[in-house]
Structures are given as structure tokens and as C-alpha cells.
């Protein structure tokens, strides 16, 4: 019970913000990377600044030097200007368009306003101009480093930002005493120092700026072109995407995340037993491999329709004609992988796609089979965990809950007896406060009957199909995917959904998203490992 407690499925937000060291995959993100480049530059600034102030708080206390003197005015409006470099990019209404004016402005201000600060303490002690060359090196080194840019506009932006320091030098009165340098020639170790900040500000601009221009370039190589990101999970990413050669739409998932070498060659192998499959309502797997940093990938084809559980949450239940002709499909499906001995164990409404293609309107895909187990052949081969519990609790048989070791076929049929349920009905068989209250009520309750829950009324026959499907004990379920659809076709409404019904539907509802079966990313492509593709034969 533990182990389906862990894989209780929790709500994931995709929009988390990139890591520091990430390189963006698509235009959004990009965007945000800059945003939170940005932001991350004012904090520093902000927080380089804090920590001055307190030091002058520190000597104040000490009575080593008032901590409100000339020129601190100046110290505080770069501190603003640096709170504000880090708050407003932060806030969606800033357009994008903004955020190189923000930066140019903002790096300028606060380099003038800590120039004419270090000049006001110029004029009132010795070396005390130092402080405005030291502040003015600390951002623009910052910014340097944090902010991607190009080596060109970090020369300009340098700069520009130690003319003001320049002007201060010729315009502070002499001391021959600290100074020995008559008029002019004065200012030259400040034009010195100036001009080795702005290179090496530009040199590590163009170093990091370089090395993710690199990082881009290298996902440019290979078959698949990464277009469009339209899924994410815990185990991956999902693109939409084009072949080298082919240019045929595709879905590309990435598996990512936690997981280990064991987990990655299993992944391999049920792929590879997946794309054996070529039923008509089976996604069609088109390659797989890995990419030269390990990752594992497939390409498989791309649909355009919706999920039936977003079907449900869009239009709500449905007529129990469509549903029995949904259903027959995915049996279909079931029926050429239980004969080649595959089981999907998490058939559920997230994972059969309505679909209309080549002409054919509610055309069913029944998707990912990562989650698939070999029950035939030589167990040796075999890299499923047959004791782990997978699947979706809302839908999961009771012996995936009990005995995840000796699921069978039939266990596949309890969770199309539950979508067809689900659908019919608009809720799940059973809920819950918890998924062991869930798991609970797979083993021990009775299904409440269809004709207490959905409207319009549900014909007998089905009802009677489905509640077959759910039985407790493998053995009372239709003996197999063939068998079910037979009794299906036998129900009083199986042919009442005709193709002009279809049609129809799809004509109404035409606006609909690209389902995820794998949606905005920059065009990058998939480097493909060919020592390693494909890995090991199968048999």
C-alpha cells in the first residue's frame, strides 16, 4: 500500500522558472531566463549595496566616521535603482520589449550615481574617489557574469559606465600630496583601470555568452528539430517536432529526471516492444535511442484532438452510442498487445486521445505504453519491475493493488470497464479523501450502478458489460480484450453513432488544442547517439 501511496499522482505546475545554470529550450522560457537574469543582477547589486550601508551604519556606531555624510544620498539612489532591477522584471506586466532598455538604464544610473558619489567623497578625503571606481567595478562585473549579453553590448555598456568616473577624476581639486600627476595626466591610472574593468567585463561577457550559443548549437545536430513544447511530467518533457528528412510532425518525449541506468534500459525495452505494435489505434512509435549526454528519447506520431478526460471536462458525460464505439477502439488496441504479450497497466482517460484523421472522426489512440510489461518469453530478458505498483489509482484493478506481481490481462479491462464508467457517468468509479480510501474501495466495494449516477439513463446491456469489467476477481471479467469488444458490438446502441454523427461533433467543436501526447520551444534538434540507438535486439 505504501509503494501506490508514492505514486498517487499530485498536481505539478510547468512553470517553473529555469535554474541558474540552465540554457532555455523555448522562446517563454528564454524569456523568463532574461527576467530572472536580470532580477538576479539588481539583487546582487541590491544586497552588494545593503552591505556597505551597514558597514557605514557599523562605523557610525563606532564613532569611526558619521554615517550621514556627502554623497551617501548617491549610495541610497543606487540601492533603489538595484531594488528596482530586481522587483520589476519579476512582474508579468513588464513587456519583454523592456527588459534591454531596463538594462542599459538601469546599470547606467546606478554607475553615475555611485561615480558622483565616489566623487563627493573625493572632495572631502583622500582615496576617498576609490570607492565610486571600486562600486562602479563590482556592477559592472556583475552584470558581466549574470546577465546574458552579447560581447559587444557589454563593451559599450562598460564603457559608458566609467565615463562618469572619468569626468570625476578631471573635475576633483588636486592634492600634490596623494596625487603627484599635474592636470590632466591625472586621470590616466582611472582611464587605465576603466579600460582593464570594461575588457574583462567584455571577455567574460563573451566567454559565457559563447558557451550557451554553444549549448544551442549543439542541440542542432541530428534527425529531430524540437519545435514546440507541449507536455511535462516527472519522468519527461514532451516536443513536438519534425525529422531531419521526413518532415513529418512528430511528438519527441525525453526522459528525464530521476532516474537511473536500470530505469533507462527498461524504458528501452518496452519501447522497443511498443513499436512492435501497428493496430490502428495504437500511437505509432517511429524511432528511439539515446542522445550523446544519455538521455533516452522517443519519437512516436503527433496528434491533434483531445484526451477523454478532457473530453469529459470540456462537454461532459457522453451518450452511451459514442461511448461503446470509444470503447470497442481501445479494445481494439488491447487486443494486438495482449496478443503479443504486452500489458499497458494504465489504460486511462488521460491516456486515449480522440482524434480526427485522414477523414475519420472519433479515431482512438491509446497512448503511452511506458508503463507496458512483457508477460511472455524468457524472463531473464525481461527489465519490468513486476513487483512494483504502477498505474493510476482512480482506475487501477484490485490485484495491481494486492498482487502487482501476477496482473494479467484482464487487469487491463478492469481499467477500460472504469473509462467506459468514467465517461458514461462524468466521475470516477470510486473517490476519496486519500488514495488508501481509493485502493480500498477497488478491493472491497461494489460499483455503484451506472443507473444511479449518469443521466440520461444508461441502456441495461451496457451497464451490464461495464459492471462485468469491474468485478473483484479476474476470472468474472470478459474473458479477453476480443471478447469485450464482441459484447460491445452486441449492445442495443453499438452501431447508433454513425460516421455523420461524428462528423458533425468535430464540425461544431473544430477549435480544439494540440492533445499532449508528448506543445513553445526554440527550434533546437535531437543529437542522436548511433552507437548507442536502439540498444540492445530484442529476440
Same mark, same amino acid.
Given at each position: 500500500?505504501?509503494?501506490v501511496?508514492?505514486?498517487?499522482p499530485a498536481r505539478?505546475?510547468t512553470?517553473?522558472?529555469p535554474?541558474?545554470?540552465?540554457?532555455?529550450?523555448?522562446?517563454?522560457?528564454?524569456?523568463?531566463?532574461?527576467r530572472?537574469r536580470?532580477?538576479?543582477?539588481?539583487?546582487?547589486v541590491?544586497?552588494?549595496a545593503?552591505?556597505?550601508l551597514?558597514?557605514?551604519?557599523?562605523l557610525?556606531v563606532?564613532?569611526?566616521?558619521?554615517?550621514w555624510?556627502?554623497?551617501?544620498?548617491?549610495?541610497l539612489?543606487?540601492?533603489?535603482?538595484?531594488?528596482?532591477?530586481?522587483?520589476?522584471?519579476?512582474?508579468?506586466?513588464l513587456?519583454?520589449?523592456?527588459?534591454?532598455?531596463?538594462?542599459?538604464?538601469?546599470t547606467l544610473?546606478?554607475?553615475?550615481?555611485?561615480?558622483?558619489?565616489g566623487?563627493?567623497?573625493?572632495?572631502?578625503q583622500?582615496?576617498?574617489?576609490?570607492?565610486g571606481?571600486?562600486?562602479?567595478f563590482?556592477?559592472?562585473?556583475?552584470?558581466?557574469?549574470?546577465?546574458?549579453?552579447?560581447?559587444l553590448?557589454t563593451l559599450?555598456?562598460?564603457?559608458?559606465?566609467?565615463?562618469g568616473?572619468?569626468?570625476?577624476?578631471l573635475?576633483?581639486? &588636486?592634492?600634490?600630496?596623494?596625487?603627484?600627476?599635474?592636470?590632466w595626466?591625472?586621470?590616466?591610472?582611472?582611464?587605465?583601470w576603466?579600460?582593464?574593468?570594461?575588457?574583462?567585463a567584455?571577455?567574460?561577457?563573451k566567454?559565457?555568452?559563447?558557451?550557451?550559443?554553444?549549448?544551442? %548549437?549543439?542541440?542542432?545536430?541530428?534527425?529531430?528539430?524540437?519545435?514546440?513544447?507541449?507536455?511535462a511530467?516527472?519522468?519527461g518533457?514532451?516536443?513536438?517536432?519534425?525529422h531531419?528528412?521526413l518532415?513529418?510532425?512528430?511528438?519527441?518525449k525525453?526522459i528525464?529526471?530521476e532516474?537511473?541506468?536500470?530505469?533507462?534500459?527498461?524504458f528501452?525495452? %518496452?519501447?522497443?516492444?511498443?513499436?512492435?505494435?501497428?493496430?490502428?489505434?495504437?500511437?505509432?512509435?517511429?524511432?528511439?535511442?539515446?542522445?550523446p549526454?544519455?538521455t533516452f528519447?522517443?519519437?512516436? %506520431?503527433?496528434?491533434?484532438g +483531445?484526451? +477523454?478526460?478532457?473530453?469529459?471536462?470540456?462537454?461532459?458525460?457522453?451518450?452511451?452510442?459514442?461511448?461503446?464505439?470509444?470503447?470497442?477502439?481501445?479494445?481494439?488496441?488491447?487486443r494486438?498487445?495482449?496478443?503479443?504479450?504486452?500489458?499497458?497497466r494504465?489504460?486511462k482517460?488521460?491516456?486515449?486521445?480522440?482524434?480526427?484523421?485522414?477523414?475519420?472522426?472519433d479515431?482512438?489512440?491509446v497512448l503511452?505504453?511506458?508503463?507496458?510489461?512483457q508477460?511472455?518469453?524468457?524472463?531473464?530478458?525481461?527489465?519490468?519491475?513486476?513487483?512494483?505498483?504502477?498505474?493510476?489509482p482512480?482506475?487501477?484493478s484490485?490485484?495491481?493493488i494486492?498482487?502487482?506481481?501476477?496482473?494479467?490481462?484482464?487487469?487491463d479491462?478492469?481499467?477500460?470497464?472504469?473509462v467506459?464508467?468514467?465517461?458514461?457517468?462524468?466521475?470516477?468509479?470510486?473517490?476519496?479523501?486519500?488514495?488508501?480510501?481509493?485502493?480500498?474501495?477497488?478491493?472491497?466495494?461494489?460499483p455503484?450502478?451506472?443507473?444511479?449516477?449518469?443521466?440520461p439513463?444508461?441502456p441495461?446491456?451496457?451497464e451490464?458489460?461495464?459492471?462485468?469489467?469491474?468485478?473483484?476477481?479476474?476470472?468474472?471479467?470478459?474473458a479477453?480484450?476480443?471478447a469485450?469488444? %464482441?459484447?460491445? &458490438?452486441?449492445?442495443t446502441?453499438a452501431?447508433?453513432w454513425?460516421?455523420?454523427?461524428?462528423?458533425?461533433?468535430?464540425?461544431?467543436?473544430?477549435?480544439?488544442?494540440i492533445?499532449p501526447?508528448?506543445?513553445?520551444?526554440?527550434s533546437?534538434?535531437?543529437?542522436?547517439?548511433?552507437?548507442?540507438?536502439?540498444g540492445?535486439?530484442l529476440?
Amino acid at each position: 500500500m505504501k509503494q501506490v501511496a508514492e505514486r498517487w499522482p499530485a498536481r505539478v505546475s510547468t512553470r517553473s522558472a529555469p535554474s541558474l545554470g540552465d540554457v532555455p529550450r523555448d522562446p517563454a522560457a528564454r524569456e523568463s531566463f532574461a527576467r530572472g537574469r536580470l532580477a538576479l543582477f539588481g539583487k546582487t547589486v541590491f544586497w552588494i549595496a545593503v552591505t556597505f550601508l551597514g558597514l557605514s551604519l557599523f562605523l557610525h556606531v563606532a564613532r569611526v566616521m558619521p554615517f550621514w555624510r556627502p554623497g551617501m544620498g548617491w549610495h541610497l539612489l543606487a540601492t533603489g535603482i538595484a531594488l528596482t532591477m530586481w522587483r520589476l522584471p519579476l512582474r508579468p506586466t513588464l513587456p519583454a520589449s523592456m527588459l534591454m532598455a531596463l538594462d542599459t538604464v538601469g546599470t547606467l544610473g546606478m554607475c553615475v550615481s555611485l561615480a558622483i558619489m565616489g566623487h563627493r567623497y573625493g572632495e572631502q578625503q583622500p582615496w576617498g574617489a576609490f570607492a565610486g571606481i571600486f562600486a562602479v567595478f563590482h556592477v559592472t562585473m556583475a552584470r558581466a557574469i549574470i546577465v546574458p549579453s552579447t560581447p559587444l553590448r557589454t563593451l559599450l555598456i562598460t564603457g559608458e559606465s566609467f565615463v562618469g568616473l572619468l569626468i570625476s577624476q578631471l573635475l576633483l581639486p &588636486r592634492s600634490p600630496a596623494m596625487d603627484p600627476l599635474p592636470g590632466w595626466l591625472a586621470v590616466i591610472p582611472s582611464l587605465t583601470w576603466s579600460a582593464t574593468v570594461t575588457a574583462l567585463a567584455t571577455l567574460a561577457s563573451k566567454v559565457i555568452y559563447g558557451l550557451q550559443e554553444r549549448v544551442f %548549437e549543439a542541440r542542432r545536430l541530428g534527425q529531430y528539430t524540437l519545435e514546440e513544447k507541449i507536455g511535462a511530467g516527472g519522468m519527461g518533457e514532451v516536443y513536438r517536432a519534425s525529422h531531419a528528412m521526413l518532415r513529418r510532425p512528430t511528438a519527441v518525449k525525453l526522459i528525464s529526471g530521476e532516474v537511473d541506468e536500470e530505469q533507462l534500459r527498461r524504458f528501452e525495452r %518496452e519501447v522497443q516492444l511498443t513499436a512492435r505494435l501497428n493496430h490502428p489505434n495504437t500511437i505509432s512509435i517511429y524511432d528511439y535511442g539515446r542522445t550523446p549526454d544519455g538521455t533516452f528519447y522517443y519519437a512516436m %506520431e503527433l496528434l491533434g484532438g +483531445l484526451t +477523454l478526460e478532457q473530453l469529459v471536462q470540456r462537454h461532459g458525460p457522453q451518450p452511451p452510442r459514442r461511448v461503446i464505439h470509444i470503447l470497442q477502439q481501445v479494445c481494439g488496441a488491447l487486443r494486438e498487445a495482449h496478443d503479443a504479450g504486452l500489458l499497458h497497466r494504465d489504460i486511462k482517460p488521460a491516456n486515449a486521445i480522440l482524434c480526427n484523421r485522414g477523414g475519420l472522426f472519433d479515431l482512438v489512440k491509446v497512448l503511452d505504453f511506458g508503463l507496458v510489461k512483457q508477460v511472455t518469453g524468457d524472463a531473464r530478458v525481461s527489465l519490468s519491475n513486476a513487483e512494483a505498483i504502477v498505474g493510476t489509482p482512480l482506475f487501477m484493478s484490485p490485484e495491481e493493488i494486492s498482487t502487482p506481481g501476477a496482473v494479467g490481462a484482464h487487469s487491463d479491462l478492469y481499467s477500460l470497464g472504469a473509462v467506459g464508467y468514467f465517461l458514461l457517468c462524468g466521475e470516477p468509479v470510486f473517490t476519496g479523501s486519500n488514495v488508501i480510501e481509493v485502493c480500498g474501495h477497488h478491493l472491497h466495494t461494489p460499483p455503484p450502478p451506472l443507473s444511479e449516477r449518469a443521466a440520461p439513463t444508461v441502456p441495461g446491456d451496457l451497464e451490464r458489460v461495464l459492471l462485468d469489467c469491474l468485478a473483484k476477481a479476474p476470472d468474472a471479467r470478459p474473458a479477453s480484450a476480443q471478447a469485450l469488444a %464482441e459484447r460491445l &458490438r452486441g449492445c442495443t446502441d453499438a452501431s447508433a453513432w454513425s460516421e455523420q454523427d461524428a462528423r458533425a461533433w468535430w464540425r461544431t467543436h473544430a477549435a480544439l488544442p494540440i492533445a499532449p501526447n508528448g506543445g513553445s520551444a526554440d527550434s533546437r534538434v535531437l543529437s542522436v547517439d548511433l552507437a548507442t540507438r536502439g540498444g540492445q535486439a530484442l529476440p
